[in-house]
């Protein structure tokens, strides 16, 4: 079994990256180039879902703050689906929760 699965889609208009497993120094490399991939076409939205994402260290939540940031700056919008209370306890320390759109359910994204 992998640590880290990356599965992507078009939903709904969107595109839609889940993380399943653990988002660590070992698998941050895999959801960078995953990410620049889907960065490549431009998506208005892109929706990063961690509800399935069982660990978070700092190597990832930079990983999830550059990508705000690149799309910040090209005119873009990411949406980080909360992931569970140890993935959310990270982004609360950090108060990156207050930075970052995050949604408790990818349905409702508009």
């Known amino acids: 079994m992998e640590i880290l699965d990356v599965r992507?889609?078009?939903r709904n208009?969107?595109?839609?990256?889940a993380l399943v497993g653990e988002l660590d120094l070992s698998t941050v490399a895999k959801v960078q180039e995953e990410?620049?991939?889907?960065e490549a076409s431009s998506p208005a939205t892109l929706v990063v879902d961690l509800s399935q994402l069982a660990?978070?260290?700092?190597t990832g939540l930079r990983c999830i703050v550059t990508a705000d940031e690149r799309a910040r700056s090209e005119g873009r919008r990411i949406v980080i689906v909360r992931g569970p209370d140890a993935v959310q306890r990270v982004f609360t320390i950090t108060r990156l929760d207050d930075r970052l759109e995050m949604v408790d359910d990818a349905g409702t994204i508009g």
């Not at 208009?13 to 990256?17: E, Q, T």
């Open 13 to 17: 208009g969107l595109v839609h990256v």
């Open 35 to 38: 990410l620049r991939r889907v």
């Open 8 to 10: 992507t889609e078009e």
């Open 55 to 58: 660990f978070l260290d700092s």
